[in-house]
Nanobody, 120 residues
Framework: QLQAFGGGLVQAGDSLTLSCAAS????????MGWFRQAPGKEREFVAA????????YYADSVKGRSTISKDGAKNTVYMQMNSLKPEDTAVYYC???????????????WGQGTQVTVSS
C-alpha cells in the first residue's frame, strides 16, 4: 500500500513537500510516480523516479519548480514543489509501475491522494 501525505492550503509562491510511504519494499525495478487530478480534469502525470538509478522525469508544467526524490531506507518518495501556482491545485497521488510511463493506466498501485490547494 501507498500512503501520500503532506498536502495543504498554501499561498501562491509558497513551497510544499509531499511524501508517499510504501508499506512494502520498493524494488529497484520499480518506478514511482506522482500524478494530480484537478476537479473536472483527467489525472495527469507530474513526475516519476526510477527507484534503482534515481533517474527522474517531470511534466513540463512543473519542471524547474519541483524535485522528486527518494529514501530507500524509508521506502518513501518525496516531491518538493516550489513557486506554487493556483493551477497546481489538485489532489496529488503517488503510484507505482514496473515500466516507465506517463499514463495513469500503466500504474498498478496507488495511494489515496492528498489535497493541495494554492490560493492566489
Amino acid at each position: 500500500q501507498l500512503q501520500a501525505f503532506g498536502g495543504g492550503l498554501v499561498q501562491a509562491g509558497d513551497s510544499l513537500t509531499l511524501s508517499c510511504a510504501a508499506s512494502t519494499r520498493i524494488f529497484s525495478s520499480h518506478i514511482m510516480g506522482w500524478f494530480r487530478q484537478a476537479p473536472g480534469k483527467e489525472r495527469e502525470f507530474v513526475a516519476a523516479i526510477r527507484w534503482g538509478s534515481g533517474l527522474t522525469y517531470y511534466a513540463d508544467s512543473v519542471k524547474g519548480r519541483s524535485t522528486i526524490s527518494k529514501d530507500g531506507a524509508k521506502n518513501t518518495v518525496y516531491m518538493q514543489m516550489n513557486s506554487l501556482k493556483p493551477e497546481d491545485t489538485a489532489v496529488y497521488y503517488c503510484a507505482r509501475t514496473n515500466s516507465y510511463s506517463r499514463a495513469a493506466r500503466d500504474y498498478d498501485y496507488w495511494g489515496q491522494g492528498t489535497q493541495v490547494t494554492v490560493s492566489s
